[in-house]
């Protein structure tokens, strides 16, 4: 059983950075950010094959955000600079024992571990 819990949102002017954490508890292959807005899909934003490290990135955040883990305290972290108003969302850390297949990585169906979600607000 994983158990993931997010921290470090909040509100920030355009342009600005945040940095959220996902401390994980139980062994992972793959973790990643998704966030969603009320009325649309949830969204993969940046993910990270916890045993080789490759990294992948929506998108609309690459050269923006940044996946990184420390496994010394099993910890998942997604650095966001230059945030933009459409950047505001509720942000999940998701994880799963297994590597998505064929690479899918950006969908929310190839995790069954999810954190409770933390928001993001990004202002003019």
């Known amino acids: 059983q994983v158990q993931l819990q997010e921290s470090g949102g909040g509100s920030v002017q355009a342009g600005g950075s945040l940095r959220l954490s996902c401390a994980a508890s139980?062994?992972?292959?793959?973790m990643g950010w998704f966030r969603q807005v009320p009325g649309k899909e949830r969204e993969g934003v940046a993910a990270?094959?916890?045993?080789?490290?490759?990294?992948y990135y929506a998108d609309s955040v690459k050269g923006r955000f940044t996946i990184s883990q420390d496994n010394a305290k099993n910890t998942l972290y997604l650095q966001m600079n230059s945030l933009k108003p459409e950047d505001t969302a509720m942000y999940y850390c998701?994880?799963?024992?297994?590597?998505?297949?064929?690479?899918?990585?950006?969908?929310?169906?190839?995790?069954?571990?999810w954190g409770q979600g933390t928001q993001v607000t990004v202002s003019h």
């Open positions: 990270i094959y916890t045993g080789g490290g490759s990294t």
């Open positions: 139980g062994d992972t292959r793959c």
């Open positions: 998701a994880a799963d024992t297994t590597p998505p297949y064929g690479g899918t990585w950006y969908s929310e169906y190839e995790y069954n571990y």
